[in-house]
Nanobody
Framework: QVQFVESGGGLVQPGGSLRLSCTAS????????MGWYRQAPGKQRELVAA???????NYADSVKGRFTISRDNAKNTMYLQMNSLKPEDTAVYYC?????????WGQGTQVTVSS
């Protein structure tokens, strides 16, 4: 059973940066289409960044130009570099397959953007 573990969240001021990491036992990231998702209070979970097994990336319009999804095949880790953070980026961030697999959600990592 694959288990995703997200880390790297925290409290950051508007305009700041964070890098999130996703690791997974039993999963070779480069073989799968993966995504970073987020869920803000009172809102539905949304896909913000995706990477195909080929390395092709796609982003939600709300984060395009600010977020970058990447993976390190040697470390079998996926990342989300988040720059120019805004208060509306505040959410719990998760990694999962793309499209997501419902029973594989991890605990997520909280990102709070506030002054």
């Amino acid at each position: 059973q694959v288990q995703f573990v997200e880390s790297g969240g925290g409290l950051v001021q508007p305009g700041g940066s964070l890098r999130l990491s996703c690791t997974a036992s039993g999963r070779i990231f480069r073989l799968y289409a993966m995504g970073w998702y987020r869920q803000a209070p009172g809102k539905q979970r949304e896909l913000v960044a995706a990477m195909a097994s080929t390395g092709t990336t796609n982003y939600a319009d709300s984060v395009k130009g600010r977020f970058t999804i990447s993976r390190d095949n040697a470390k079998n880790t996926m990342y989300l570099q988040m720059n120019s953070l805004k208060p509306e980026d505040t959410a719990v961030y998760y990694c999962n397959n793309n499209p997501m697999t419902p029973n594989l959600w991890g605990q997520g990592t909280q990102v709070t953007v506030s002054s």
